[in-house]
């Protein structure tokens, strides 16, 4: 094997033949004969020819289908971030190769100047989103990448000199970084989610960290210390000599660096000087989560140099983001909102935060990842009117939420799909409420992802306002 730097890459290997793994090796063939000496890509043991690997084949890609028993000695592997580092596929690839890497780290090594990473269990689109806006705003040239949708590789090639890659990564993403060094990195919160993937809270939680590990004194890190793992990362990131801007919409730490709420206000302050920007019922995005995720994008904003009057002015002119805390619509005096986004309990907890209790009619169900559910019955009982369960999960989350009500006056209905759930909830919501799709759950037990599930959810109160008419 070759020693590899940035200019030679070697003998490379690609590790999955969907979107990510076919990005990296088109762009990795088109350096061919230059920088790259050969790439082949492992599609995995379900894949097999067809029009993509003929393409790759024919831009100079070696593509092996069906198998995941890599062969063959490489110096450097990109794995695709749904492949799990403890997988046979992914041992197979990492006892013949030099090191093994994420897309984000890759693209990442091939252009290192200027990036935000965001992170979290929840909020991590809308803070990219907005963050994005914000910089913007500010007359800056910035573009969300990463987990949000945009493979980071794709916008290699274009990018400007002076852009910004501001950048939404997953856990799966951040476990397989190495020298990923963002400007500025934003750890929102951390609950339990993809323990499947990860096998531990620590594990997890651990490759969130990872976002942090190169930072030095002169970037700043910002973390929610709302909840004890980020807590334990702040403190950590503090014994390093980081600048931690803390945040929280529950206290006002008293850190040189924060980022939080007085009187409903958000307030960021840096090295001690503070700026007191919209309030947040200004904002257009709902819930005390969201001034979470407004007061860490504007922290962002502000520490690479946008005005304080520019953040005020993105702050309040930012719209929700497809899927998150949405509105639908309102028809016949009920509201409706898809938050299709929210695959996992703490995302449901917060959102029903954003709306008046005892008004909600909630829609929660999907396919079961087994999460136990627990806080979110306490919630969904001290908060909404009615539940409607569907889909897999929809039988265990009415059992939990009727064991869990008490003397709650929680009416709990049960449907088998999403179109049978929404008409149940349109026959139980009065004028004022509003009707939640809020899940909890991944959407894979009827659609293709969460994105299908939420404009089905769209098309159907469409459908109900014009009937109404």
């Known amino acids: 094997m070759t020693s590899i730097t940035r200019d030679h890459l070697g003998n490379t290997l690609v590790l999955g033949l969907g979107r990510t793994g076919e990005s990296v090796a088109r762009y990795l063939a088109a350096r061919l004969g230059g920088r790259v000496d050969s790439v082949t890509l492992y599609g995995g043991a379900s894949s097999t020819p067809g029009e993509k690997t003929r393409e790759l084949e024919e831009a100079g890609v070696s593509v092996i289908c069906g198998t995941e028993d890599v062969r063959g000695s490489y110096d450097l592997a990109v794995a695709s971030p749904g492949i799990p580092d403890s997988s046979d596929f992914f041992r197979a690839a990492k006892a013949c190769s030099n090191e ?51 493979l980071v590789t794709d916008e290699l090639d274009g990018r400007a000199e002076d852009s910004w890659f501001v950048a939404e990564l997953s856990s799966f993403q951040l476990a397989t970084t190495r020298l990923l060094h963002p400007r500025v990195a934003v750890i929102l919160n951390v609950t339990p989610d993809h323990l499947e993937w990860h096998h531990s809270m ?51 730490p008293g850190s040189p660096c924060a980022a939080f709420l007085r009187e409903g206000r958000l307030v960021v302050r840096l090295d001690g000087t503070e700026h007191a920007l919209a309030h947040r019922e200004e904002l257009k995005i709902f819930g005390l989560h969201n001034a979470e995720n407004a007061l860490a994008a504007a922290s962002v904003a502000l520490e690479l140099g946008v005005g304080a009057a520019d953040v005020c002015r993105g702050l309040t002119s930012f ?19 898809n938050d299709s986004k929210a695959t996992n309990t703490d995302s449901v907890e917060k959102a029903l935060t954003a709306f008046d209790a005892g008004t909600i009619v909630v829609m929660l169900g999907g396919h079961d990842k087994m999460t136990d559910l627990t806080s979110l019955a306490a919630a969904v009982c001290e908060r909404c009117r009615v539940a409607v369960c569907f889909g897999e999960a929809g039988g265990r989350i009415a059992s939990a939420l009727e064991d869990a009500r008490g003397e709650k006056d929680l009416e709990v209905l049960r449907a088998p799909h999403l179109r049978e759930a929404f008409g149940a909830a349109v026959a139980a919501a009065r004028p004022g409420d509003t009707v939640l799709l809020s899940p909890a759950c991944s959407s894979f037990d009827e659609f293709n992802n969460m994105s299908e599930r939420g404009r089905l959810f769209k098309a159907l109160v469409a459908e109900l306002a014009g009937s109404e008419a």
């Open 319 to 337: 719209s929700p983001i497809e899927h998150r805390i949405e509105p639908a619509g309102t028809v016949a005096g009920v509201r409706y909102v």
């Open 100 to 150: 093994v890497i994420g897309e984000p780290e890759f693209a990442f090594r091939e252009s290192p100047e200027r990036w935000v990473a965001i992170t979290g269990t929840n909020g991590k689109t809308t803070t990219t989103s907005l963050t994005t806006h914000l910089l913007r705003e500010g007359g800056l040239a910035a573009e969300s990448v990463g987990n949000i949708g945009t």
């Open 202 to 252: 620590e594990a997890y939680a651990a490759a969130k960290e990872r976002s942090l590990e190169n930072l030095d004194a002169g970037d700043l890190a910002v973390v929610s210390v709302d909840d004890e793992f980020c807590r334990a990362m702040a403190k950590r990131a503090e014994a390093r000599g980081l600048r931690v801007c803390r945040l929280s919409v529950h206290e006002e």
